[in-house]
C-alpha cells in the first residue's frame, strides 16, 4: 500500500487523476487516439496514466489543464495540476517498511 503519513493514498490519488484524464476525454467525445495526437504522445502512454501503469509527469498535468481549459488552468492551478501536486506531495512522504533501512544499508 501506498499510503503517506498524513493518510493520503498516493495509488488513490494516481487513481483519481486517471479518472479524471478519462472523463473529460469521453466527455469532450474525444478517443484516446484523438487525444493522444492533440497532446503529441502515444494512445497506448494515456492508457497507461489512466490505468495508473505510469508516473503522472507535471507537463502532462499542465497540458491536460490547457488542453480541457480546467478552471484555474490560465494560473497554472487547474485540475490535473492540483492532483499532480497531492501526488508528490503523497510521494514524498511515503511510507515505507520497516525492514527497507537494513535492507538499504
Known amino acids: 500500500m ?4 498524513d493518510g493520503t493514498d498516493l ?21 484516446r487516439n484523438q487525444l493522444a495526437a492533440a497532446l503529441g504522445c502515444t494512445p497506448q502512454w494515456l492508457y497507461k496514466l489512466e490505468k495508473t501503469d505510469k ?4 507537463q502532462m498535468a499542465f497540458d491536460l489543464d490547457t488542453y480541457f ?26 511510507v515505507v517498511r520497516p525492514s527497507f533501512e537494513s535492507f538499504v544499508q
Open 69 to 94: 481549459k480546467t478552471e484555474g488552468w490560465e494560473s497554472d492551478d487547474g485540475l490535473f495540476h492540483r492532483i499532480y501536486g497531492a501526488i508528490r506531495r503523497a510521494g514524498q512522504h511515503r
Open 2 to 5: 501506498s499510503s503517506s503519513q
Open 55 to 58: 508516473t503522472v509527469p507535471e
Open 11 to 31: 495509488d488513490a490519488l494516481r487513481d483519481h487523476f486517471g479518472r479524471e484524464m478519462c472523463r473529460l476525454r469521453q466527455r469532450a467525445g474525444l478517443s
